[in-house]
């Protein structure tokens, strides 16, 4: 099948590619394979999980409404596009390093996107530096990379360590969650959410591309309520 490249940019961070499939949206950056629209079912279930855990009866979160989120990295819009789905959510932040990728969901190349939602904001930006900013958060979800064992940007590596994790947690309310994404299981990251949340939990994926299953993962943390 053809492949038709609709944007591609360079930035400090490296060079992306945005290009149709048939009718399947590809997303590559610095030549490497990031994501497409086909399958996109675990980029959505990191916004369900989160919600979940949110608006459910869980004793500890309680059911709440108006959740402000912050998301680090925007893909192809899909995760903010579940969390806006929600009636749940008063608002969302995603936070993104590459410009132009932002540049493309405000020119409407990202059609997953609301953009013209008014709950949703687009910050350019790293999420090493903005989200130890942040306060009061119901959830910070994280998929800003393919997780700590299989990087596309060597300086995402400190996004999974013990110093921002823990500020990613300082950044919720009580009874707020952390959430992140990754490519496959990795136990070391889920003891670093241990150490610096008190306990993390972790959820495994099952997607089929290709006649191959892959096994994603999914690691969530709360803060204590008190």
């Known amino acids: 099948m053809d492949r038709i490249e609709i944007a591609r940019a360079r930035d400090a961070h490296g060079e992306l590619t945005l290009a149709l499939r ?8 610095d030549g490497v394979f990031a994501m497409d629209s086909a399958q996109t079912s675990t980029e959505r279930e990191l916004a369900r999980v989160a919600l979940d855990l949110l608006t459910g009866t869980d004793p500890v979160t309680g059911g709440r409404g108006g959740l402000q ?3 680090g990295g925007l893909g192809l819009g899909c995760t903010a596009r579940t969390l806006l789905d ?13 410009p132009a990728l932002v540049d493309w969901a405000h020119q409407g190349l990202l059609p997953e996107l609301p953009d013209a939602d008014p709950r949703l904001t687009l910050t350019v930006g ?9 306060t009061g958060l119901d959830a910070v979800l994280l998929d800003v990379d393919n997780g700590p064992d299989f990087l596309v940007h060597t300086g995402n590596a400190a996004v999974y360590g013990s110093p921002f994790l823990a500020a ?3 950044a919720l309310a009580p009874g707020g969650v952390l959430a992140v994404w990754s490519a496959d299981r990795s136990p070391t990251l889920q003891r670093t959410l241990e150490a610096v949340a008190g306990g993390c939990s972790e959820v495994l994926l099952e997607v089929t591309r290709a006649a191959r299953t892959f096994t994603y993962a999914l690691y969530l943390a709360v803060r204590p309520a008190r």
């Open 168 to 170: 990613a947690c300082a």
């Open 126 to 134: 790293d999420v090493l530096d903005v989200v130890p900013r942040r």
């Open 69 to 71: 989120v912050l998301v």
């Open 86 to 98: 929600s009636p749940a959510v008063g608002a969302v932040e995603v936070v993104e390093l590459h």
């Open 22 to 29: 048939g009718d399947v949206l590809e997303l590559v950056v």
